[in-house]
């Protein structure tokens, strides 16, 4: 553990040294002249996350079991490189230094307690690059916007109506299943299956990125969206297709609102996957007729998988808004490439400090239930392990339910350190083992 926290410190101290620029232009001036296109930029950030939990009842374990008594660290340094080749078009790339491990190296609990945990630790530090991609806007009228720059967005203007093409390598949560109030486990919630819909299995390699394809059209209140990605060579892998072989298509429509004034959004997602993937019915019966442990692996053919989820999110006051997602997937195939959840149910409000004199601070506030097929069921009971979960034996399955608790506290302008308590119940659906109280501190800074 020394030496992680070593590691870490090298690598966290430009959190000390980062900023941020903003601004906001007085109620009475005059709306703002289109903003002129930034050519060029360059963001950086620093993420360092200490998560640990102590003892609870555990009276077996198994592969893919959560431990009692640990702590664990992740740290993440990110530079986003931005250019504008010609008007509309930016090309960016995101190299990133990563280092440390999740509890019990992100295992054990499907809604997992760090979405800053990779499904690969190292002790040392490690350098990826996370993101590649070309974005081009296409412009189709109605009312000019202002883009602020940000990570992975120059500024400048844009039309209210408007396509959008992105090609490369990036995330599927950065184009679909998008929520202001819980995305981004650098700044709100941690948890897995709060920061996108448990059930979405949406294409990824093990640091959450894959290569394809996505288009979007803005009109109105409106917005479509499709794409297709890259699924892993193997369940959970490293490594990503290349030319589609094993792949998957999402769809998104979203309609933006005003309820009293007040901003609101809801999305429907769907996905598809299509590659080499097991049915638990048919590994449980291959080991019958074997007399083995049941594995996904030993029957995989070409299937589907497909699913689901509703996203809704809804500012209330000027310093409230309430969220909630919920979804489902297809239960009697193995997830492949995100996690062990069939469905999923959430709820939260996301709170700013402006009420009580602390603008920018936030406290969030959200709960979890994930739960899995029979058959899913079955496949964990008989020794069988998925993407996160399996404890050897699962006499008495129950849902998880998480809660997540966190406060944000912006101490200086790009500088935040935030407090987060999970509480972690039926950890891989076992009733068995549990509850888990999962304690957290961040540091973030951005430029």
Do not use: C
Not at 114 to 135: D, H, T
């Amino acid at each position: 553990m020394l030496r992680l926290v070593s590691s870490s410190q090298k690598i966290a101290a430009p959190l000390l040294a980062a900023w941020a620029f903003s601004g906001a232009l007085a109620d009475d001036a005059p709306p703002p002249a289109p903003a002129a296109p930034q050519d060029y930029a360059i963001h950086g950030q620093a993420t360092f996350v200490l998560q640990g939990t102590p003892g609870f009842r555990s009276p077996y374990s198994g592969t893919n079991s959560l431990a009692p008594d640990q702590r664990k660290e992740t740290i993440d340094a990110t530079l986003y490189i931005g250019v504008r080749p010609w008007a509309g078009a930016e090309i960016w790339a995101n190299p990133e230094v990563d280092q440390g491990f999740g509890l019990s190296n992100t295992l054990g609990v499907a809604g997992f307690p760090s979405a800053e945990a990779y499904k690969v630790g190292k002790k040392s530090p490690y350098l990826r690059l996370q993101r590649a991609f070309f974005r081009q806007t296409i412009d189709l009228g109605g009312a000019s916007e202002t883009v602020e720059a940000q990570a992975n967005q120059l500024g400048g203007s844009h039309t209210a109506n408007r396509i959008v093409l992105t090609i490369g390598k990036f995330g599927v949560g950065d184009v679909f299943d998008t929520n202001k109030y819980a995305h981004d486990p650098r700044g709100d919630f941690l948890n897995w299956s709060l920061v996108d819909t448990g059930s979405f299995d949406y294409a990824a390699d093990a640091w959450g990125y894959s290569t394809g394809v996505a288009a979007e059209w803005y009109q109105g209140p409106w917005t479509l969206r499709a794409g297709a990605f890259n699924l892993s060579k193997i369940p959970n892998g490293e490594t990503l297709e290349s030319g589609f072989q094993q792949y998957q298509i999402d769809g998104e429509i979203e309609h933006r609102h005003t309820i009293a004034g007040r901003d609101g959004a809801v999305r429907v997602t769907v996905f598809r996957n299509r590659g080499e993937f097991g049915r638990f019915d048919d590994a449980l019966a291959l080991a019958a007729a074997t007399g083995t442990t049941p594995d996904t692996a030993l029957v995989r053919t070409r299937r589907t998988r497909a699913g689901a989820d509703l996203n809704i999110e809804q500012a209330v006051t000027d310093s409230i808004g309430v969220f909630a997602r919920a979804g489902f997937a297809n239960g009697q195939i193995e997830p492949y490439d995100f996690t062990d959840i069939d469905r999923s149910a959430q709820l939260g409000v996301s709170i700013d400090g402006k009420d009580w004199g602390r603008p920018g601070d936030t406290i969030g506030v959200a709960a979890v239930v994930n739960g899995i097929s029979k058959g899913h069921e079955r496949y964990l009971d008989a020794g069988g392990i998925g993407v996160l979960v399996g404890d050897g034996r699962l006499p008495h399955p129950g849902d998880e339910a998480i809660g997540e608790a966190y406060y944000d506290w912006k101490a200086i302008k790009g500088i935040e350190i935030s407090l987060d308590y999970q509480l972690v119940g039926n950890p891989g659906y076992n009733r068995d083992r549990g509850p888990a109280n999962i304690f957290a501190v961040r540091l973030h800074g951005q430029f």
